[in-house]
């Protein structure tokens, strides 16, 4: 169900100068800037002009490869932030959920202190833009509901009934997501290995 891919944008940290023209391919390039552009500054506060300095592509490009402009662009990258959190999901070979979740957690809580708690609540703050870019909310949105998918799918292969895990993998996106939000206000991860331990104790078998 899930492919294994390069390492995700979770854990990339990027440097701030402009990108050379040879990295990988232009979209690819666009979007990681943009991705680290809106984490550090918001995305009302980044411009087109300031992706395209900084990936170092031309202008036409930017639309060839999103026609729909910075709306496009923040869809394709909440879309690559949940394709990363899916591959953390994957790479584990933990036969329990309880164990892909502490696994999971550990890498999440890596790139969070890496970039000094700029990661963690991105999909919160589009979804905070959700009337003026109703794109972006709705892929925000479906960026859970696959999250949330996917866990599910785990407690379904440890035995539990259909309705509890849809309920039990609800909440344990909730915790997380809360958890990376105080974690975030407080520059501490301390609220977000809690509600990691809590999220996985509520998965355990």
Request: positive net charge; hydrophobic residues 45%; glycine residues 6%.
């Amino acid at each position: 169900m899930i492919e294994a891919m390069q390492p995700p944008l979770l854990l990339q940290t990027a440097q701030h100068t402009a990108l050379p023209a040879h990295a990988p391919d232009t979209r690819e390039r666009i979007l990681t800037v943009a991705h680290r552009l809106f984490r550090k500054r918001g995305y009302h506060a980044t411009g087109l002009n300031d992706i395209l300095e900084a990936a170092n592509a031309p202008k036409g490009s930017l639309y060839h490869h999103f026609p729909g402009g910075k709306e496009a662009i923040g869809v394709s990258v909440v879309e690559k932030i949940a394709s990363g959190l899916l591959s953390l999901l994957a790479q584990s070979r933990a036969r329990s959920t309880e164990t892909v979740l502490r696994q999971a957690g550990a890498q999440m809580l890596l790139g969070m202190e890496k970039t000094n708690y700029e990661l963690c609540t991105l999909f919160a703050a589009f979804t905070a833009e959700r009337r003026t870019t109703p794109k972006l909310g709705m892929a925000v949105a479906r960026a859970y509901g696959v999250l949330t998918a996917a866990i599910e799918t785990l407690l379904l292969r440890d035995g539990l009934t259909l309705r509890v895990a849809k309920d039990k993998a609800l909440l344990v996106t909730a915790l997380l997501e809360g958890g990376l939000l105080v974690s975030q206000a407080h520059f501490d991860s301390a609220a977000f290995k809690l509600a990691l331990k809590q999220a996985a104790l509520l998965c355990r078998k």
